[in-house]
């Protein structure tokens, strides 16, 4: 590890400026579980590390007309935050499952976007809840669908000096639901293989899919919607079988790699798994079948 | 003296305050006075011709005190070898080459310089400015690939030994060893067998899983003298191969023994103190030698995988005809694979009147195998008792009436030559028939229970202790060997009992090898086994000396003395008697001396130990991924000295045994390890486990004060296996290769996975 700067700014505007105005590379610290392993590692060595956990925009935590989750919340907040479990319960189960109570201490939302991993767990409910995300920087604040954040591994929209402000999910429609799934070797403290994370609206009747959002996880560089899959339940009866078949769909969307977590092939088949049970949960969900 | 007190109960670790307050000091603790940062640089080729190495750019970092290469390390005689443990010696020119590399590297990750530097971090930047120039040289990873006659050499100039004949190969090979053993004859065996039964198995590398990565410091004193500080297994094992590698006369060499988390077998071998010891001496200061995460899963020495084809047969009774067996087992850079202990192992628990076993010890360019825990008969159960599974089902026999009708018992030879003396095999199997983990039903799809065997021998080698009276009627005990696994505390109840004192009135230290009695290093399920003799005896030596003196004062002959509840009294006038307490008192005044008893032991029988598994598991069809139901582990343990610490070695060992079979392993491209991290390297989770149950049988070993036997090997052996049938059970697949992780079984229960020939479609984590 490299020698470094380390910087604490109060307010938004000072993070910002230090990361613009840094010579070097620059790096937002939140929790640091991602961040101070890959400068152990050498895999980074930012000559600046400024930490924005005590910038008060990054610590909001409120339900209202829809979710705010500061960047710099923890995992833990998250899943132990009411309205959270109540609401948006794949976002609950997605922070719960990170590392272990440890790392979800010190682990933040904004850290699992920012690392841009296509393994993090908590993006794909995000996405499928529709998350919009608030970024700050020396041009002002921007705000996009977060599913357009990513770039490729390791890699984001955000330019030099911008920090991620905050990550907002809409209120969830009736007769909706959503789950997360991902498949680990292991029951914890591992990465996932394969994620799905799924959200399903359905008619008043709640016979038929009126949305449906599928997102795929360490299936590509990025986490990806699975939209042929979504096109293909939309306006259809949920059973077994359609199931089954979004599931093969979705493992169309997936582009997977081999390396030492699975081979390539083996990922295409956990896709149709995760998302076939992924959609089961989510449409008990929105029946009210299941917490 | 049949009836104990403190013997057979769960007394806490005597030791315990200081662990879990964090006040015990391991090695990575240590702070010496100007003391120096050690940090290793090491090959990124698997195999490559060391041309040159440069230093300058390294020596000229402020901070940098010193920069040495191999040829800083004192030359060695060519097969210079160390006694290890009994008749195993260690061949020194090859740790020589595993503490820095010479002319070759052999492995990724090999050691080829080392910096020492006045901070961690400066270290760091200077080892990276260390420029060696590589020829890298073809890689050869695969066990079987090595056994070809046109692979790489990892070695040129090495020859095979035929272990019966002495003799070396014309041709230089990668097969550092061929050995063979036979009995009967194994032709009739078959033609008599109703059914014969052959497959390959195969396992992959694994780790130890220790902890503490590796720690060490060496200061030089004034008076030239060394102090070594470490984290090793066995302080004076360790000063034995210093005096050969380092040519310092062992008087001038003081090894003190750090707290050590974990060894497994991994931690013997000397292979970081000579570096931190001639840093020491090139810069006059102290230097502390401490490895990542990382390098001691790169590097440090894991457990051998191997690949073993099996052949069995068996009458429509259940009786085995004949069995043969190839072992390979891959040891890495150097000599050295625990094969012959995989054939011991494997083929122990059966009555083998027809048998042919052969072993391998073959080198590839992947890091020297260490020891670890009952070295190499992991996978060598995990192939036996798959095949007997396959073999019992082949004609329709109960996987337990099979092992019965099969099982050693005492007065058989094993198969390697030797003489089994009092085994408890028969009455564990018995436990089993009627324990509820074998006898309820397992319902429900995708559900199955396996059972296999295990085995190990029980070290026994050279242990001492010395006992002392204090002058508060307490005892004290000495001992020179390393607490891997509570030994400390098992020590003491038995001193306790041999003095009939509390437990409280016993204090135990690990002694430096300047001050302890010499003993052996900690391993083989050796240490309680063989200092149950040498603390038996210093305690008898003690009571003899208490007596003499009682006698003395009492007027009376010592056969006369009696002892009891801390009083010593005259047989015929119980009235007549003195305190231990006066006694000792007594033992620090002018004029009488004090009590000090001395118990040693060297050669005591093998106290041989068989367990079985039986687990319960349920496969999800959709993944591959198993789960656990129950697990239960049957094990003759001779005498449960401590029931608790002898349940907890039975857990510790069934869970590395269960990481072994379904998630651990070692990947590599080219040589190189992929996943060299605890993140990608899966060991078992606590979330992965059910509660480990334990059953002990208590069949007293033939030697020794307690009958007690070695516990902590064994359990590892049968977990492989276990798990192997039972996912056969449970989805109709038989697995031939570990790990068993969800992506094998997955293939392998859509019949795409490996079939016990030769060729393993290598599907998980390709
Ligand atoms: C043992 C262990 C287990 C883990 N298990 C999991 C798991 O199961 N699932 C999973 O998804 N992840 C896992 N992780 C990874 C990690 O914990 C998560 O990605 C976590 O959410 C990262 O959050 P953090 O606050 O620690 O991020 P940090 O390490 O602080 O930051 C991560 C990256 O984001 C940048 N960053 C942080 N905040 C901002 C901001 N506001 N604006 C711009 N950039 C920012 C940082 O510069 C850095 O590059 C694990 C990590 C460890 C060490």
Redesign the pocket.
């Known amino acids: 590890m490299d020698a470094f700067e380390y910087a604490a700014p109060q307010n938004l505007q000072d993070a910002v400026a230090l990361l613009a105005e840094a010579s070097g590379e620059a ?11 890959q400068m152990k590692e050498n895999r980074r060595s930012p000559s600046l590390v400024v930490d ?1 956990k005590k910038i008060p925009e ?1 610590n909001v935590l409120s339900y209202a007309a829809g979710l705010r989750i500061g ?2 919340v923890s ?1 833990t907040q998250i899943a132990g935050f009411a309205p959270v479990r109540v609401h948006y319960p794949a976002l609950a189960e997605a922070c719960a ?4 109570y440890q ?1 979800q201490n ?7 976007f ?2 841009a ?1 296509p ?4 993006v794909p409910p995000a996405i499928a809840y529709g998350a919009m995300l608030v970024i700050a920087g020396p041009n002002g604040q921007r705000e996009m669908p977060a599913e357009d954040f990513f770039v490729g591994p390791g890699q984001t929209v ?1 330019e030099k000096g911008e ?2 402000v905050e990550i907002g999910l809409p209120p969830p429609p009736p007769h909706s639901g959503a789950a997360y799934l991902r498949f680990i070797p292991r029951e914890e ?3 996932a293989v394969a994620g799905v994370g799924a959200f399903v609206r359905l008619s008043p009747d709640a016979h038929t899919c009126e949305q449906a959002r599928i997102v795929l996880a360490a299936v590509a560089p990025t986490p990806v919607r699975a939209k042929e899959a979504e096109a293909f339940l939309t306006g259809r009866a949920l059973d077994e079988t359609t199931l089954a078949q979004a599931g093969e769909l979705a493992s169309q969307a997936a582009s997977p790699i081999s390396d030492v977590r699975g081979s390539a092939a083996y990922r295409l088949e956990l896709v149709k798994v995760l998302t076939r049970r992924t959609l089961g949960t989510a449409l008990e969900r929105a029946r009210g079948e299941a917490a | 003296m049949a009836e104990y007190n403190v013997i057979g109960t769960s007394l806490a670790k005597v030791d315990a305050p200081e662990r879990v307050t964090g006040k015990a000091t391991y090695g990575a603790d240590l702070d010496l006075p100007g003391m120096l940062w050690a940090k290793l640089v090491r090959s990124p080729h698997a195999h490559a011709r060391i041309k040159q190495i440069d230093t300058s750019r390294a020596k000229a970092l402020p901070g940098v005190k010193a920069v040495i290469t191999a040829h800083d390390l004192p030359s060695l005689p060519k097969g210079a070898t160390a006694p290890l443990v009994g008749e195993v010696s260690i061949d020194m020119s090859a740790i020589r080459e595993i503490v820095m590399a010479s002319d070759k590297a052999r492995y990724h990750g090999q050691v080829v310089a080392a910096v020492a530097a006045t901070d961690p971090f400066i270290a760091e930047e200077a080892a990276g400015l260390v420029d060696v120039d590589y020829e890298p040289l073809p890689v050869v990873e695969d066990v079987l690939q090595a056994m070809q006659p046109d692979a790489p050499l990892v070695h040129e100039d090495l020859h095979t030994l035929e272990e019966a004949t002495q003799e070396k190969s014309d041709q230089p090979s990668n097969i550092a060893t061929h050995m063979v053993y036979a009995r009967g004859d194994v032709e009739a065996g078959f033609a008599a067998a109703d059914a014969v039964v052959e497959k390959t198995y195969t396992t992959q590398m694994v780790h130890q899983g220790y902890l503490e990565p590796q720690a060490c410091a060496a200061r030089v004193e004034p008076n030239g003298r060394v102090t070594l500080w470490t984290s090793a297994q066995g302080h004076f094992t360790i000063r034995t191969q210093l005096v050969t590698l380092l040519g310092l006369p062992a008087s001038q060499l003081k090894v003190v023994p750090m707290e050590i988390g974990g060894g497994f077998g991994g931690k013997a071998l000397a292979l970081f103190e000579p570096t931190a010891i001639v840093l020491a001496q090139k810069t006059s200061r102290p230097v502390k030698l401490v490895v990542s995460r990382e390098e001691v899963l790169r590097a440090t020495g894991p457990g051998a995988p191997a690949v073993i084809t099996v052949k069995a047969g068996a009458t429509q009774a259940g009786k085995i005809t004949a069995l043969t067996t190839t072992m390979r087992y891959d040891a890495g850079a150097f000599p050295g694979s625990p094969v012959a202990r995989g054939l011991l192992v494997g083929l122990a628990p059966y009555k083998l009147d027809n048998m042919l076993a052969e072993g391998f010890d073959v080198l590839t360019n992947k890091p020297r195998v260490q020891a670890y825990r009952a070295p190499g008969g992991t996978p060598a159960a995990f192939a036996v008792e798959a095949l007997m599974d396959a073999l019992a089902a082949e004609i329709d026999v109960d996987p337990l009436a099979f092992r019965q009708k099969n099982a050693a018992e005492e007065g058989d030879t094993l198969p390697l030559g030797m003489p089994l003396n009092r085994i408890g095999l028969t009455q564990m199997l018995k436990q089993i028939e009627t324990h509820p983990c074998w006898t309820s039903p397992l319902e429900g799809p995708q559900r199955g229970r396996g059972l296999a065997l295990g085995y190990w021998i029980g070290g026994s080698f050279t242990s001492s202790a010395e006992v002392k009276i204090n002058p508060d009627a307490t005892a004290s005990i000495f001992v020179g060997t390393v607490d891997l696994t509570g030994t400390r505390t098992t020590i003491s109840q038995m001193v306790a009992d041999e003095l009939q004192l509390d437990p409280q009135d016993i204090t135990i230290t690990v002694g430096d090898t300047d001050s302890a009695p010499f003993a052996d290093l900690s391993g083989g399920s050796r240490i309680t086994y063989t200092m149950s003799a040498a603390a038996h005896q210093a305690s008898q030596d003690v009571l003899t000396q208490l007596k003499e003196r009682a006698a003395e004062k009492l007027k009376v002959s010592i056969a006369e003395v009696e002892y009891q509840a801390k009083r010593f009294w005259a047989k015929n006038d119980t009235r007549n008697e003195v305190s231990l307490a006066e006694l000792a008192r007594e033992s620090v005044a002018w004029g009488s001396g004090p009590i000090i008893g001395k118990g040693s032991t060297t050669r005591m029988q093998p106290a041989h130990a068989y367990a079985a598994h039986v687990a319960d598991v349920e496969v999800d069809p959709d993944t591959g991924k198993v789960t656990i139901l129950r697990y239960t582990c049957f094990q003759d343990v001779g005498k449960a000295i401590n029931p608790t610490q002898v349940e907890g070695q039975i857990q510790g060992g069934a869970v590395q045994g269960i990481g072994w079979a379904l998630n651990e392993e070692y990947i590599f491209d080219n040589g190189e390890l992929k996943n060299a991290s605890l ?1 990608d390297y899966r060991c078992p989770v606590a979330l992965d486990l059910p509660m480990i149950e334990t059953v002990l049988t208590e069949v007293p070993a033939s030697e020794g004060p307690y009958g007690l036997r070695g516990v902590g090997e064994v359990p590892i052996v049968p977990p492989g296996a276990a798990l192997a049938n039972a996912i056969y059970r449970a989805t109709g697949a038989r697995l031939y290769e570990l790990p068993m992780n969800p992506e094998r079984i997955f293939w392998a229960t859509r019949g795409n996975g490996a079939n016990g020939s030769h060729e393993t479609n290598g599907s998980g984590g390709a």
């Open positions: 790096r937002p610290l939140a929790g640091g579980t991602d961040l101070i392993a924005v990054l960047a710099a995992c499952l990170i590392g272990s790392i010190r682990a933040a939302l904004g850290g699992n920012c690392n991993a393994s993090a767990d908590a955000l920090v991620l403290m591992d990465i | 993140l």
